[in-house]
T-cell receptor, first 114, second 115 residues
Framework: DAMVIQNPRYQVTQFGKPVTLSCSQT?????MYWYQQKSSQAPKLLFH???????NEADTPDNFQSRRPNTSFCFLDIRSPGLGDAAMYLC?????????????FGPGTRLTVL | AQKVTQAQTEISVVEKEDVTLDCVYE???????LFWYKQPPSGELVFLIR??????QNEISGRYSWNFQKSTSSFNFTITASQVVDSAVYFC????????????FGAGTRLFVKA
């Protein structure tokens, strides 16, 4: 029973062509995260939503945007992908109240930029 | 500064060997949470364990065990009688409530278990 679903699993786009990655969750968690993971590196947090509040990391390029239309869905928009944006993009969710709870990760979307 | 160090980049063992993955963390906070995640070749990060800073009790789950020692700021992970399916990248991570619940990951340790 998938709890964090990411679509598509593999995405190929052209240099400069906008692309949207999607994430959905069945856990009803209030926090959703987007991470970028390049080969042989740790995941790097791009931004997260705490309910409807958007929290951008200071070093996340403006090229990356996100939308969360409701609790279950969150989208990552890359406005003009460059070759350096080729990576695995991981979505995660957690239930945050008085203490941080475990983050549950989706299977990831591997983005290729031609 | 907050930091998680996994000094072992890659470890290679033969099946049935025991292996310990090291994790050393830095934080000045008194309240924090430590995690281990497994990332198999499929790519999904799989949660293994969560430990808060007030609970130094070691934990065993099947072939997995964790040793948390605040005195040395370490949270090491041991796999007993390793199996080929244990081959993956393992990440140690730290969350500080004072840091807005941002997860600080170590660089990961790639474990190869050979048959």
């Amino acid at each position: 029973d998938a709890m964090v679903i990411q679509n598509p699993r593999y995405q190929v786009t052209q240099f400069g062509k906008p692309v949207t990655l999607s994430c959905s969750q069945t856990l009803n968690h209030n926090v959703m995260y987007w991470y970028q993971q390049k080969s042989s590196q740790a995941p790097k947090l791009l931004f997260h939503y705490y309910d409807k509040d958007f929290n951008n990391e200071a070093d996340t390029p403006d090229n990356f945007q996100s939308r969360r239309p409701n609790t279950s869905f969150c989208f990552l928009d890359i406005r003009s992908p460059g070759l350096g944006d080729a990576a695995m993009y991981l979505c995660a969710t957690s239930r945050v109240s008085s203490a941080p709870d475990t983050q549950y990760f989706g299977p990831g979307t591997r983005l290729t930029v031609l | 500064a907050q930091k998680v160090t996994q000094a072992q980049t890659e470890i290679s063992v033969v099946e049935k060997e025991d292996v310990t993955l090291d994790c050393v963390y830095e934080t000045r906070d008194t309240t924090y949470y430590l995690f281990w995640y497994k990332q198999p070749p499929s790519g999904e990060l799989v949660f293994l364990i969560r430990r808060n800073s007030f609970d130094e009790q070691n934990e065993i789950s099947g072939r997995y065990s964790w040793n948390f020692q605040k005195s040395t700021s370490s949270f090491n992970f041991t796999i007993t009688a390793s199996q080929v399916v244990d081959s993956a990248v393992y990440f140690c991570a730290l969350i500080r409530p004072a840091g807005g619940f941002k997860t600080i990951f170590g660089a990961g340790t790639r474990l190869f278990v050979k048959a």
